[in-house]
């Protein structure tokens, strides 16, 4: 089966014109068979990427199933930092990502020349970049950390030693409050997505829905003010819940809430639906989605499949280098719910 003969593309070069159908699925895994690929998609990817996908998950832990496949392509349904991360971890096999105009505003809030530079002025610190970094950042890190790690790498490091944190400035401050280190210094970056979704908007449907866990990213914008309602008593602090994406998955399950508020891109709505199917799960905030996840459409994902594209390249001398920071981290522990 055929899904169409074209793929088309919008006045802004989205990838456009072919419905999720049967045909389309058809195709989608036929061609993927065929060029020995496993299909990967993030937590926050359209709901029918998700669902023809072979693993979704967050971007760390798809990159390690990358990295584990016997495939020989690796086709990520993502970010480009994500397929930057598969391609560090694998990089031996060839790795496509459906649209490379699908980048990150949290990992361009810092480059590799800022990050040298910021270095300068505090010699002897220890760098600490969220995987959610490009290649080129990752190679000048010392060590990488997840959401849901963060706060046991940061504990790992000698405590007369400065530290550098980047490039999130909310998940950095959720360190620094679990940690209580005076000497970490951190990046202002942010992801647009999580930084919108504020702290007045949670009380709001906090307020209205009483009864309701609170899943929150540490990425947001409203996690210092869930510890404030928290420790207010506005909202049981047994509640309120601190979660990675993965974590998120694992509390669903856990849960004996019968609904749940969640504050990080709707996407995650999809996996915490299927996941625990007789909750109600809502979003903080319905607008929060990403225009760059949205950007790995049905036609982009079958463009790239049917003309092997577009293909994701990593320096090897960076990759190396990259991969030092990310293998440091896996050994301090278990990596958990990545980003």
């Keep these: 089966m055929v899904a169409t003969a074209y793929v088309e593309r919008t006045s802004d070069g989205a990838y456009d014109g072919i419905a999720p159908d049967a045909a389309w699925r058809d195709e989608v895994l036929e061609l993927a068979r065929e060029r020995d690929a496993v299909i990967l998609a993030h937590n926050y990817q359209l709901p029918e990427i998700q669902d023809i996908a072979h693993h979704t998950g967050d971007s760390l832990a ?3 199933i990358a990295a584990a496949s016997d495939a020989s392509t690796i086709v990520f349904c993502g970010v480009h930092f994500m397929a930057e991360t598969a391609k560090i971890l694998a990089p031996h096999k060839t790795v496509l990502i459906p649209d490379e105009r699908a980048g990150c505003s949290l990992a361009d809030s810092i480059t590799g020349d800022q990050l040298r530079a910021w270095k300068a002025e505090h010699p002897g610190a220890v760098v600490v970049s969220y995987v959610n970094t490009t290649a080129e950042v990752k190679a000048e890190t010392d060590i990488c950390c997840t959401s849901s790690n963060a706060v046991d790498v940061v504990a790992s490091i000698p405590a007369d030693r400065e530290v550098l944190f980047l490039p999130d400035q909310f998940l950095g401050a959720h360190v620094k409050r679990e ?73 669903a399950r ?13 996407g995650m ?45 990593v320096d090897p001398e960076t990759a190396a280098r990259a991969r030092g920071a990310v293998q440091r981290m896996i050994e301090i522990g278990k990596p958990g719910g990545g980003e």
């Design 62 to 64: 798809l990159s390690r």
């Design 179 to 251: 940690t209580g280190r005076e000497n970490l210094h951190i990046w202002a970056g942010e992801c647009h997505v999580h930084a919108g979704i504020n702290g007045p908007e949670l009380a709001e449907r906090a307020a209205a829905n009483p009864d309701a866990d609170l899943f929150i990213h540490p990425e947001c914008g409203c996690a210092t003010s869930a510890l404030y309602l928290a420790g207010e008593g506005t909202v049981p602090a047994d509640k309120v819940r601190i979660l990675s994406t993965g974590d998120m998955i694992t509390a």
């Design 254 to 266: 856990q849960t004996s809430a019968k609904s749940v508020l969640v504050a990080t891109e709707i």
């Design 269 to 313: 709505l999809h996996q915490l639906r299927r996941a625990a199917p007789e909750i109600d799960f809502r979003a903080v905030n319905d607008r929060a989605s990403c225009r760059y996840m949205k950007m790995i459409t049905p036609a982009a994902l079958l463009r790239g499949l049917r003309e092997n594209k577009d293909e994701v390249h």
